[in-house]
Every structure is written in C-alpha cells, then in structure tokens.
C-alpha cells in the first residue's frame, strides 16, 4: 500500500547546501523507490493564509518499509539531511494510503 511524506516549508536562507540537499534527496528517493507528487508552492491559494510564502513536497513510495528506509536510513540521517540546517521551517509527516473504499 503506497506511503506519503508531505513536508510543508518556510525557506528562510536559499543556500549552496540546499541546492545540493535538493539533488541527494531526490536521488535516494528514487534510489529507494520513491516518486514526487508535488514539489513546489501553491498555483493558487484557495482558502485560508498557511500555505503563503511555503513550499510544500509530497513524496510517493510504494510501500510504508521503503518510505521509512528512505527517511530513517543512515545515509538521508547522517549526510542529506545535514545540508539543509538552518534553511528554514520544516513541517514534515507521514502519512499511509486511504483503504481502498475511499480512492
């Protein structure tokens, strides 16, 4: 059953690292099966004022096990994630497929 992370982010410092951490990201991801769904800010905000001035990710994985590989792993933890520190305000869960009867 496909698994979610959506991040929901505030960029407060475009720098070098986050370029960098944008490419390595993306490259594990898909390394560990991952897909982007959404990876920019909103066309247009329909309702309410949260999603100003944000960026909002929403990674696809086939699986739950793979998602958290990708996220949990040694490689995203230790040398990834590092690169975008001080970058800006990151709001990130996790989030598993609706059963069936709802899609």
Same mark, same amino acid.
């Given at each position: ?46 309702? &309410? %004022? /949260? ?10 994985? !086939?699986? *739950?096990?793979?998602l958290k590989a990708f996220v949990k792993g040694e ?10 520190? &001080? %970058? /800006? ?10 059963? !069936?009867? *709802?899609?």
């Amino acid at each position: 059953m496909p698994a979610y992370i959506v991040s929901v982010v505030q960029f407060t410092n475009m720098t070098a690292q986050l370029k960098e951490y944008a490419q390595k990201s993306a490259a594990l991801a898909k390394r560990q099966g991952g897909r982007y769904i959404v990876r920019s800010k909103a066309v247009e905000i329909i309702e &309410g %004022t /949260g999603m100003e001035g944000r960026s909002v990710v929403i990674l696809e994985f !086939p699986t *739950m096990e793979q998602l958290k590989a990708f996220v949990k792993g040694e490689e995203y933890q230790q040398t990834v994630r590092p690169l975008r520190a &001080g %970058t /800006g305000i990151y709001d990130i869960g996790i989030f598993e497929s609706p059963p !069936p009867a *709802m899609q």
